[in-house]
């Protein structure tokens, strides 16, 4: 290993943890503050091919922790209004994406960046609303099971669209091949990988060698992902497959808090740094507009489906529009699917600016809607405000 690598892993390392404190203690995320240490870094060392290879690695640990936290049977669970605030508010985010995008930057962009708009990430909301003590109300418990669905069907939009692109070309026979391969892979994963990879991590304890057990589901992990990869369809659907497998065994928890320590110690980091290195900063003034543009489309484009699809549910507007606010979040699943995009040549880096910049905004936005929505006096008037 070259000693130049070595230095740039340790800036990095450093970096993360250092603007992640620093973000966590002003109350904001901590991926933030990865992203924009990564920038500030980026200015001094500009990252190497293999720091960027290696950094990928903290993408495939995102959607494999991504699915080990979700459950088979929690989405069979979701129930009505979390399903349907779910697909309501995937389908408007794709819609609205795609609508934004489109007289700037064409069809195929569009077609990216409208599935960029539909993944959620509800870590930050679940902060706010424990702060609110509204976790286990059932705007809380909406937002929660509604995330399990959408994360399900943002990764699998992204990976058809990212697979669609890559080919060159859009006609239905591509599409059907592409959806029936995502089909076989959902179904190998959730109905044949659980029991088989619990008889083998089993029979590994049996023989003794329980410490196995991580060793082994990193490499089935990689295996998954390659696979994917093979098959012409992203990656990360084999990760975040392959963690929804193992989601459904008994080893769950000791593989989620082992591997937890490393992924998010070490790769995911890396990966966020990684992000903010690859920013050019000179492309900020040529995106600024389309950016503010696609940052409104998506926040806006959560709260009107998301909260749709709690109205058609049966809930009233209060609680809608809560449930709406609660879903605007975006992080990780983005730009590990902007990674793979810009590895396949599909998408230019002026793109990474314009996703962080949603992603920041949507985070910053979020807190101070939520708990305005929840404040008795104002969530009707600010209905009424972003309905009109």
Same mark, same amino acid.
């Given at each position: 290993?070259?000693?130049?690598?070595?230095?740039?892993?340790?800036?990095?390392?450093?970096?993360?943890?250092?603007?992640? /404190?620093?973000?966590?203690?002003?109350?904001?995320?901590?991926?933030?503050?990865?992203?924009?240490?990564?920038?500030?870094?980026?200015?001094?060392?500009?990252?190497?091919?293999?720091?960027?290879?290696?950094?990928?690695?903290?993408?495939?640990?995102?959607?494999?922790?991504?699915?080990?936290?979700?459950?088979?049977?929690?989405?069979?669970?979701?129930?009505?209004?979390?399903?349907?605030?779910?697909?309501?508010?995937?389908?408007?985010?794709?819609?609205?994406?795609?609508?934004?995008?489109?007289?700037?930057?064409?069809?195929?962009?569009?077609?990216?960046?409208?599935?960029?708009?539909?993944?959620?990430?509800?870590?930050?909301?679940?902060?706010?609303?424990?702060?609110?003590?509204?976790?286990?109300?059932?705007?809380?418990?909406?937002?929660?099971?509604?995330?399990?669905?959408?994360?399900?069907?943002?990764?699998?939009?992204?990976?058809?669209?990212?697979?669609?692109?890559?080919?060159?070309?859009?006609?239905?026979?591509?599409?059907?091949?592409?959806?029936?391969?995502?089909?076989?892979?959902?179904?190998?994963?959730?109905?044949?990988?659980?029991?088989?990879?619990? /008889?083998?991590?089993?029979?590994?304890?049996?023989?003794?060698?329980?410490?196995?057990?991580?060793?082994?589901?990193?490499?089935?992990?990689?295996?998954?992902?390659?696979?994917?990869?093979?098959?012409?369809?992203?990656?990360?659907?084999?990760?975040?497959?392959?963690?929804?497998?193992?989601?459904?065994?008994?080893?769950?928890?000791?593989?989620?808090?082992?591997?937890?320590?490393?992924?998010?110690?070490?790769?995911?980091?890396?990966?966020?740094?990684?992000?903010?290195?690859?920013?050019?900063?000179?492309?900020?003034?040529?995106?600024?507009?389309?950016?503010?543009?696609?940052?409104?489309?998506?926040?806006?484009?959560?709260?009107?489906?998301?909260?749709?699809?709690?109205?058609?549910?049966?809930?009233?507007?209060?609680?809608?529009?809560?449930?709406?606010?609660?879903?605007?979040?975006?992080?990780?699943?983005?730009?590990?699917?902007?990674?793979?995009?810009?590895?396949?040549?599909?998408?230019?880096?002026?793109?990474?600016?314009?996703?962080?910049?949603?992603?920041?905004?949507?985070?910053?936005?979020?807190?101070?809607?939520?708990?305005?929505?929840?404040?008795?006096?104002?969530?009707?008037?600010?209905?009424?405000?972003?309905?009109?």
């Amino acid at each position: 290993m070259e000693l130049e690598l070595i230095l740039y892993l340790a800036l990095m390392l450093m970096t993360a943890e250092t603007f992640g /404190w620093i973000f966590a203690r002003i109350g904001q995320p901590v991926v933030l503050g990865q992203i924009i240490g990564g920038v500030i870094l980026g200015m001094f060392f500009p990252p190497t091919t293999e720091v960027i290879d290696i950094s990928m690695l903290g993408v495939l640990f995102l959607l494999f922790m991504a699915g080990l936290e979700s459950s088979v049977d929690e989405l069979k669970e979701a129930g009505k209004v979390g399903f349907l605030t779910a697909v309501v508010g995937v389908v408007v985010a794709f819609l609205i994406g795609f609508a934004v995008v489109y007289p700037f930057k064409g069809f195929k962009q569009a077609l990216l960046f409208g599935a960029l708009a539909t993944p959620t990430s509800v870590s930050l909301t679940v902060r706010v609303l424990m702060e609110l003590d509204a976790l286990k109300t059932v705007e809380g418990n909406t937002i929660i099971t509604a995330a399990i669905v959408d994360d399900v069907l943002g990764v699998i939009i992204l990976s058809v669209v990212i697979s669609i692109l890559v080919q060159g070309g859009i006609d239905s026979v591509g599409i059907g091949v592409i959806l029936l391969k995502v089909m076989a892979f959902l179904v190998i994963s959730v109905y044949i990988t659980p029991p088989a990879i619990d /008889w083998l991590l089993r029979k590994v304890v049996r023989l003794g060698f329980a410490d196995s057990t991580i060793t082994l589901s990193v490499a089935v992990l990689f295996a998954f992902a390659y696979l994917a990869e093979h098959m012409n369809l992203a990656s990360i659907l084999g990760a975040y497959l392959f963690g929804l497998a193992l989601s459904e065994t008994e080893f769950r928890k000791p593989i989620f808090e082992h591997t937890r320590i490393v992924a998010h110690s070490i790769f995911i980091p890396l990966f966020f740094v990684d992000v903010g290195m690859n920013i050019p900063l000179k492309s900020i003034s040529h995106v600024g507009l389309f950016a503010i543009i696609f940052t409104v489309g998506a926040i806006v484009s959560k709260i009107i489906g998301c909260g749709l699809g709690a109205l058609i549910a049966g809930l009233d507007l209060k609680r809608a529009l809560r449930i709406g606010i609660g879903m605007i979040p975006r992080m990780g699943v983005e730009l590990a699917m902007l990674a793979i995009a810009m590895n396949a040549g599909i998408v230019g880096k002026e793109a990474y600016v314009v996703i962080v910049l949603m992603i920041f905004f949507s985070t910053l936005i979020t807190p101070p809607l939520l708990k305005m929505s929840f404040s008795r006096e104002n969530s009707e008037e600010l209905g009424h405000l972003i309905l009109r």
